[in-house]
């Protein structure tokens, strides 16, 4: 019987002890680490957001940017949680259709949100949305840094400095919140400015593939695809509707003769929210110095007006430098960064990409 009461006791104990050192946070140091948790971002993780990540958005118009983002399979916001579920640290993962080397895909890493305090969240949330851009088949990943601090970070992650980032800010008054829907086929705006009476602006069709390509090799490395192919990567791009392939076709000839592209990311937790990237910007040797390039970035420009974004970025050479500041754009402080992969990790790069959603 005495020992039946002993044991109660000691029971007892030990169970105010364990409520007392929960409510005095001891017990935190008996657990083990746990790696931090990154996954998509919810339209519940709203009241979860920590100061630095806190939307400029009202909840309604998070959640619908939040839908619309998962809607699509070319992009996604991470979000890195702690214990508590709180939301600490939040980016972007973008991923761009190319017709480079034979069809591709480049993730582009933006919108990065964290807390200061926050750095192995942060590191945590890189280090995933570089892995994710791995097994999605893209041949490299990007990101555009913001400050010195990042910069460090993302080259212990693998990243090697790559070019200069550029950007111009459009409109206030023509900028959307992230929930704005995109229109299917906005108007194209006409080039300006010298004698382009017989050029015109139009969407890059399945039959454009040889003019199309012999453009892209002017630029990088681009192969001929096989037809089905070169559509499929097309109807990615059309699917998703926030990439616009843009060719500039000389009507009397039926050639094409400059081209570029722009891809729009959604940043849930801004309003205005809607960033453009400029991409694939070529003009053929035979129209260089006629002003088509710069005509070319106007209209660019204007498109992207047109579909509500706030700011048009880009990465260029420093070489380039001069030409997109003539054009209205200015150069951040820190560049962009990239790693590459290897051809085993981008093997799929033949079919849709399809981001994980968990």
């Known amino acids: 019987m005495r020992g039946e009461v002993a044991a109660v006791v000691l029971l007892s104990t030990a169970a105010l002890l364990i409520v007392v050192a929960k409510r005095r946070g001891l ?18 993780d709203f009241a979860a957001l920590s100061p630095a990540v806190k939307p400029t958005v009202s909840e309604a118009e998070f959640a619908v940017a939040v839908a619309q983002i998962r809607k699509d399979a070319t992009q996604q916001t991470l979000v890195a949680v702690d214990d508590a579920a709180r939301v600490l640290a939040a980016c972007t993962l973008l991923l761009e259709p190319k017709f480079l080397r034979g069809g591709s895909y480049v993730a582009h890493i933006v919108g990065l949100h964290a807390d200061v305090k926050a750095r192995d969240q942060m590191r945590a949330l890189l280090a995933e949305a570089i892995e994710r851009a791995r097994r999605a088949g893209c041949y490299k990943a990007l990101f555009d840094s913001a400050s010195a601090a990042e910069s460090a970070l993302v080259q212990k992650l693998g990243l090697g400095p790559s070019q200069l980032t550029m950007s111009c800010p459009l409109h206030a008054a023509s900028a959307k919140g992230p929930s704005h829907a995109l229109p299917a086929t906005p108007p194209l705006p006409a080039l300006e400015g010298g004698a382009f009476g017989s050029l015109r602006l139009r969407a890059l069709q399945p039959s454009d593939m040889h003019e199309y390509i012999k453009l892209l090799k002017q630029l990088s490395v ?20 926030v990439h616009r392939i843009t060719v500039i076709e000389e009507v009397q000839r039926g050639i094409l003769v400059g081209c570029f592209s ?22 053929d040797r035979s129209e260089r110095g006629t002003g088509l390039g710069r005509a ?12 509500g974004c706030m700011r048009v970025c880009l990465n260029c050479k420093a070489e380039n430098a001069t030409f997109y500041e003539k054009c ?24 849709p990409v399809v981001l994980r959603r968990k």
């Open 222 to 241: 681009a192969s001929i695809m096989e037809p089905a192919r070169f559509e499929t990567h097309l109807n990615v791009c059309q699917r998703a509707a």
């Open 296 to 307: 070319m970035i106007k209209a660019a420009v204007i498109m992207a007006e047109q579909l």
């Open 27 to 44: 017990l935190r140091l008996w657990r083990p680490r746990k790696a931090h948790a990154v996954r998509c971002l919810h339209y519940w």
């Open 262 to 283: 722009l891809s729009v990311q959604r940043q849930p937790f801004n309003n205005p929210g809607l960033v453009a990237h400029l991409e694939d910007v070529v003009v």
């Open 328 to 351: 209205g754009f200015t150069r951040s402080k820190e560049g962009s960064f990239a790693i590459y992969f290897d051809a085993t990790s981008s093997s799929n790069a033949n079919t």
